[in-house]
């Protein structure tokens, strides 16, 4: 990430990585990252074709999609959610032509550079129920209404379930105004103006799966 980012945002970031680094696996996040650009298509991603972009036995991969949690299968036995998922939650993943999810509003900010295109994000004021509307770009967020829109972050705690402990509290408000009585529930938590909350992703991601928007560990 440039060396523009505030100071403030890389010390968040830090402390997010190192939780999250140290609840989820290098094989797990390795996963993740080669997953988030075939769910991108909008169907069910098999454990062969995983196998075959990581150039691993089918065998070996399965064993190692099923150690992690969070991740959402359909009956068939194919990935269907991770991060990125087909299934409903309240944040709308938008782009040309269909309609994904996230399981968290950062998911959805930092998702378009790693998959390197364009959404149009909504979701639900986690306390209002206004709808919060962003657009997002691989190279920043172009639009927020309402423009005081926050997004909320907490600190993971160590857990392999990424998703309850971390991404069910990550949700957008409509103004920190909006956001305080959460917060007085969440010690250690904190809110985030929507381009700030962008930022913080594009520094996790690139600190998670590196520069490039193809992510790796």
Known sequence: MTSNTPPEIEALAAILERGLRGSVAPEGILLFGHLLPLLAEGRPVSP??????????????????????????????????????????????????QTLFTWCALDALMYPALIGTSVRVESPCAATGTPVQVIVTPDGVEQVKPAEAVVSVVTPEASPDVRRMFCDHVNFFRSAEAAAAWLAQHPGATTLPVAEAYQLGRRLAASIYGPDPNPRV
């Not at 949690?69 to 939650?89: I, M």
């Open 48 to 97: 062969q074709r995983i196998a075959n972009v990581l150039g691993q036995p089918r065998d070996e991969v399965l064993a190692a999609l099923r150690r992690l949690p969070s991740l959402e299968w359909d009956a068939a036995g194919n990935v269907v959610g991770a991060g990125l998922t087909l299934r409903p939650t309240p944040h709308h993943f938008c782009l040309t032509g």
